[in-house]
């Protein structure tokens, strides 16, 4: 497997977004509680759908996934995504949910994903219009996890989410909506190059193996070191 990691250097201002859940209910704790109690049981839910996977059982999703987001592409790209994304959706472990664009979708199974599937893989499946209502959906998410964490047990609140995206030019969206994420329990896998995290590079018959020998990771320090030591030998 060949992972391209590219560095973004334009620096992004932070951006400030308010808790809506927490500053709408702050002032009135039965409404706050009777919020917190019903996402709790939604959560507590999920979390029951979406067992811890071990070594052996990792999901595509997680085993590529990356805190920063993970991009594809590649001949194979689309081939792995779709095994990840199907894995995800028929099985318990580790993924609770997945949200995605219909567009996206349909663009990524050649139109072979249609309305009567996606219906059938409600709740598991969300499946949003544009990017920007996955982004309106995941910041309520996000401000229901803040509330539920000021009082609760961060177990409630540690559900994971797979979100399949090929966002093209409107990547800093993506972006901004990762970071503000409480946690870690966002995955997102992007179809096309990620500037903000690694990128793989799948050839048509899948990843490219790894060397089967242990690898060094060398400073320069390091390497030049033993550079001269060979020329002097």
């Not at 664009?101 to 709740?123: G, H, I, K, M, Y």
């Not at 490219?208 to 320069?220: E, G, S």
Request: contains cysteine; hydrophobic residues 40%; neutral net charge.
């Amino acid at each position: 497997m060949n992972v391209l990691t590219r560095i973004c250097t334009c620096a992004k201002q932070p951006t400030t977004k308010q808790c809506s859940v927490s500053t709408a209910t702050a002032t009135r704790p039965h409404t706050r509680d009777r919020i917190c109690s019903l996402f709790r049981q939604r959560i507590t839910s999920r979390l029951r759908t979406a067992s811890p996977p071990s070594a052996d059982t990792e999901p595509l999703a997680l085993a590529f996934g990356h805190p920063h987001g993970a991009g594809f592409i590649g001949a194979g790209a689309d081939g792995l995504l779709r095994a990840a994304l199907t894995e995800a959706l028929t099985s318990k472990l580790g993924v609770s949910w997945v949200i995605a664009t219909e567009r996206d979708l349909r663009s990524l199974f050649d139109d072979a994903f249609n309305d009567a599937l996606a219906d059938q893989l409600v709740p598991r499946l969300h499946v949003a219009e544009t990017l920007e209502d996955i982004v309106e959906r995941l910041e309520f998410e996000a401000d229901v996890i803040r509330a539920l964490s000021v009082n609760d047990r961060p177990a409630l609140t540690a559900s994971t989410v797979l979100w399949f995206t090929a966002p093209g030019p409107d990547g800093d969206v993506v972006h901004e909506a990762m970071q503000s994420w409480p946690g870690t329990g966002l995955v997102p896998l992007i179809a096309g190059p990620w500037p903000y995290g690694p990128t793989y590079l799948v050839d048509s018959d899948g990843p490219r193996p790894l060397p089967r020998r242990p690898i060094n990771l060398l400073t320069a320090q390091q390497a030049t070191t033993k550079l001269q030591a060979t020329m002097a030998a």
